[in-house]
């Protein structure tokens, strides 16, 4: 890539009659591209018109930040360009200045969707919605409100088109892929997911849940509460699933909606607050531990009113067979949506369903038998070769839930936001890819092997159909599959950072196809193949950020109080670390859970903090004046020839040698 190539594209613009572009460093020490334009007396230039021009002419990381208009480019005396008398510029301030607001109806429409997701005061039509901080998992729900205002949009196109200006331009005014409003009824085929976790053979599989314990700002009505419960039950048909085993497995079958509402109101305003806490917790453990998988049901609400002097608490509780992270912030958006409605005396009016668990799974069923599928075998067998167990202190220890304890971490907020957008916007990453990176160098350093083999879940609602759509489809969709990472030859952050990137971009169809074909083919020996590898011993999960689930406008306030215990101590572990990472309150925090019969607190507390270096590391190397990189996948629509990764170095180095 050089200078020239973008000079060329400049002066194809009308209006302009020179023009030259260099690598600036600002006070900051970050680098950014300055345009030097000459402009012909007529047409009038506009600047934001040709910074447009070249947002759709050139891939983002080749456009200026800031332009700087002349009378005539300086020359020395013998007529050539003289680069050292070019005047400086306040990059930052042209950059600030560069905030093109949204023009047409699309535009706004998906700016204020975007401002309301990400939770910032405007967005511009120039800006990167990654770079903003976005993840895959906001991106489902910046899809569900625009399809919500008819603006119909991919996950596919999300990642695609990352800008305003971009996505506006391509969005369509109608929704092809709308589903089925009534009734689903009748059996269902078990997802991927759902085998996984039968083929677990827990004790008490009727025990292992997922839950959500909110303050309540204002006293709600019993009455009407329980006809919300009523109204989401009907809505969201997964709620009603039922599950019962036979000689053939386990089966699915959605049952018809019931008079009987799972709703227990719990008055203990006479109780003095720490009567209260103990009676919350008892009352929550017992409805932690009530589900039941063949007759139901599979989620119970439970209302504490605590009095005058304490705002009240809502307890949701759900079996995890049927929900997930992206299902919790569909199902308290429509809690509050139903609540406030009904509360006005107003008709309940829920956002349309999208395509049904039951379309979604029975599809996957397809799935499993295509040829797009089998063509990842040969990916996935060499992938889960056998691995080296990490190393214990207890060996031989019994791995149950009795015996997990977790140790919580967290960057600050400043490093959070410098983590979610400086890194994205110098490496073109999302945060998964920087979570990953710092944890294969932990891991590393404890285990001296330069390879980590992972369980990854991610959120699994991928774009593998036409007309199908799971932005507002309640349901446990997690994909779980193994992950490589190995940190190659890399020799700082950034370069542990673009490896690490490039490995995960790798992944077929991110990562969907390796369960479907565990546990959906029908060949024997390929399921066998999946089965009989060694698993990963380490698994991740980042659910994404929290802070955006309940505004601040919302009738609700999550709470860290005591909820009850989600899952039956008798149950065995899956794997011997699990790591959850979430944003809350502005500030990432990673959960690390252990064996306390395999591993010291010690032992993980070190793990857990040499992570957070690991991360810190990264961010102070993204704020370097050489930090600049690309990776192969950058270029995938851009070029016409396979770039390797030494030649995008390469190019990486003349550009840094230009400032």
């Not at 509050?336 to 956002?351: C, D, G, N, R």
């Not at 214990?392 to 959070?416: C, H, M, W």
């Amino acid at each position: 890539i050089e200078l020239g190539e973008i000079e060329a594209v400049i002066s194809q613009y009308p209006g302009v009659r020179e023009t030259v572009v260099i690598v600036r460093e600002d006070e900051l020490g970050s680098k950014r591209l300055v345009a030097y334009i000459v402009a012909q007396p007529q047409p009038l230039l506009s600047i934001d018109e040709l910074r447009r021009f070249l947002e759709n002419t050139l891939p983002n990381y080749m456009v200026p930040s800031a332009f700087v208009m002349l009378e005539a480019l300086p020359l020395t005396p013998n007529g050539k360009l003289d680069r050292r008398a070019l005047p400086a510029a306040d990059t930052r301030l042209e950059f600030e200045a560069a905030f093109i607001a949204p023009q047409t109806t699309s535009e706004k429409q998906l700016a204020d969707i975007w401002a309301q997701v990400l939770g910032l005061e405007k967005v511009g039509v120039n800006d990167n919605f990654f770079a903003l901080g976005g993840d895959s998992i906001l991106s489902l729900q910046i899809i569900s409100k625009a399809n919500q205002a008819g603006l119909h949009l991919t996950p596919k196109q999300m990642f695609q088109y990352q800008t305003i200006a971009q996505l506006a331009a391509v969005v369509g005014t109608s929704n092809e892929s709308m589903t089925e409003q009534g009734l689903v009824t009748g059996s269902v085929p078990l997802t991927p997911i759902q085998h996984w976790f039968f083929a677990q053979n827990l004790p008490d599989a009727h025990h292992w849940n997922q839950s959500l314990f909110l303050e309540v700002r204002q006293p709600l009505d019993p009455v009407l509460l329980e006809e919300v419960v009523r109204l989401l039950l009907r809505h969201h048909d997964v709620l009603r699933l039922r599950f019962t085993q036979d000689e053939k497995g386990w089966q699915a079958m959605f049952s018809p909606p019931s008079e009987e509402i799972p709703l227990t109101r719990f008055d203990f305003s006479h109780l003095s607050s720490q009567e209260q806490e103990t009676a919350i917790a008892t009352a929550a453990d017992n409805i932690q531990a009530s589900l039941n998988l063949s007759t139901g049901p599979l989620l119970r609400v439970a209302y504490f009113d605590l009095g005058t002097k304490r705002l009240s608490r809502l307890l949701l509780v759900i079996h995890h067979l049927v929900v997930d992270g992206v299902s919790w912030r569909i199902l308290v958006e429509d809690f509050q949506t139903a609540y406030e409605q009904i509360s006005q005396s107003q008709k309940i009016q829920l956002p349309f369903k999208t395509t049904s668990f039951k379309q979604w799974s029975e599809r996957l069923q397809e799935y499993a038998h295509s040829p797009a599928l089998y063509s990842e075998i040969d990916y996935w067998q060499k992938t889960v070769k056998s691995i080296t167990p990490l190393p214990t202190d207890y060996p031989g220890g019994e791995n149950t839930n009795a015996t997990a304890r977790t140790i919580s971490v967290s960057l600050s907020s400043q490093e959070t936001q410098a983590l979610l957008q400086d890194v994205s916007a110098v490496y073109r990453t999302q945060i998964n890819d920087v979570l990953l990176a710092a944890l294969v160098q932990t891991f590393a350093q404890w285990t001296g092997k330069s390879s980590l083999l992972i369980n990854l879940e991610g959120h699994g609602r991928e774009e593998l159909f036409e007309k199908i759509d799971l932005s507002r489809t309640v349901g446990w969709f997690t994909s779980i599959f193994p992950v490589l990472l190995d940190l190659e030859k890399a020799n700082n952050p950034g370069e542990v950072l673009l490896a690490i990137k490039e490995q995960l971009r790798n992944i077929p169809q991110r990562g969907i196809g390796y369960s479907v074909l565990r546990y959906l083919s029908d060949d024997q020996e390929i399921t066998n193949a999946l089965h009989l590898h060694s698993q990963p011993e380490v698994v991740f999960n980042y659910l994404g950020q929290l802070d955006q689930v309940l505004p601040e406008s919302s009738l609700f306030k999550l709470t860290q109080e005591y909820a009850g215990i989600e899952q039956s101590l008798q149950g065995r572990r899956t794997h011997l670390l699990e790591l959850n990472g979430s944003i809350s309150q502005g500030r990432l925090q990673m959960n690390w859970t252990y064996s306390e019969n395999l591993h010291r607190r010690s032992t993980i507390e070190e793990l857990a903090q040499g992570f957070l270096s690991a991360l810190r590391a990264i961010i102070a190397h993204s704020q370097s004046s050489d930090a600049i990189g690309f990776t192969p996948s950058d270029f995938a629509e851009f070029q016409q020839s396979q770039w390797n990764q030494s030649d995008l170095d390469a190019i990486a180095a003349v550009i840094r040698g230009m400032s």
